[in-house]
């Protein structure tokens, strides 16, 4: 199994920005890719980013530009950099590992960290 811990929500003015961290824990070595998702209250959960284990990145559309995905494989930690904050980033962003082990793959999810974008 993985774990993971989303942190570095919090409020934020627009324009500003915040660095979400994703710390994993567990069959750390099973993980194929981490991404990132956020939901809007009411609304289906969207993929923002994503990063795989051999360091190739996509994003989605919407956020090309203003997101980055990095990781830190010495901290097991995956992080998604979001500048020029606007009021509908306001969302909570999760953390989702895709792993493979022993032939079956698995999503992990961790329990989310809120972004609040307002003045």
């Known amino acids: 199994q993985v774990q993971l811990v989303e942190s570095g929500g919090g409020l934020v003015q627009p324009g500003g920005s915040l660095r979400l961290s994703c710390a994993a824990s567990?069959?750390?070595?099973?993980?194929?890719?981490v991404s990132w998702y956020r939901q809007v209250t009411g609304q289906q959960r969207e993929l923002v980013a994503t990063i795989t284990s051999g360091g190739t990145t996509n994003y989605g559309d919407s956020e090309k530009g203003r997101f980055t995905v990095t990781r830190d494989n010495a901290k097991n930690t995956w992080y998604l950099q979001i500048n020029s904050l606007k009021p509908e980033d306001t969302a909570v962003y999760y953390c989702?590992?895709?792993?493979?082990?022993?032939?079956?793959?698995?999503?992990?999810w961790g329990k989310g960290t809120l972004v609040t974008v307002s003045s």
């Open positions: 567990g069959r750390i070595f099973s993980i194929q890719s």
């Open positions: 989702n590992a895709y792993t493979q082990d022993m032939g079956a793959g698995m999503d992990y």
